[in-house]
């Protein structure tokens, strides 16, 4: 596994680097060719709690995780743990899942810094069509309520979102 460590307002030492890489190893043997992986991690301090980011992005899916702590070491093995539950979870999901054609995609965030004051992100994002189960795995790896995607099904762009009562809602753009 390819590890990129970035800090944000702290230094990155050596002894932090080998102890994320030491977790993140635990986590290659769920995956067929590890050493094609990359993984990016950011630390950071905010308001006194370390905060530790991961994503994972492979060509099916992308793993993301977060967890704030006042002691790193601490973040750092909630955050493998998260990482390594999520896979657990959706194990059987992404297994049914496997194709000849991945339906990973690429994120490029950016802040927009001459846009009206009220936008402060931009989030572009380019997709491969998928099916709106594998939409709502990709939501739920991510952690997010909801997952912007192309719709193989409707051939059209769609909204797929987490229901207050727990169900899924689909919002079609045609």
Request: with cysteine.
């Amino acid at each position: 596994m390819n590890i990129n460590i970035r800090g944000d307002k702290i230094e990155i030492t050596d002894s932090i680097k080998n102890y994320v890489k030491e977790k993140l190893v635990r986590l290659e043997k769920y995956f067929d060719e590890p050493n094609m992986i990359d993984a990016h991690v950011l630390i950071r301090v905010r308001n006194g709690n370390e905060l530790i980011e991961v994503t994972i992005p492979t060509s099916k899916y992308t793993l993301r995780a977060e967890e704030k702590n006042e002691d790193l070491y601490a973040a750092i093995d909630l955050v493998i743990d998260v990482l390594e539950r999520q896979i657990r979870k959706n194990k059987t999901k992404l297994n049914k899942k496997r194709s000849e054609e991945p339906f990973g995609f690429a994120t490029i965030e950016s802040d927009d810094e001459e846009s009206n004051e009220s936008i402060v992100k931009r989030k572009d994002i380019s997709s491969k069509p998928m099916s709106e189960e594998e939409a709502i795995l990709q939501m739920d790896l991510l952690g997010h309520d909801f997952f912007l995607f192309k719709n193989d099904d409707e051939d059209c762009v769609s909204l797929v979102y987490k229901r207050k009562d727990g169900n899924y809602g689909i919002i079609n753009s045609r």
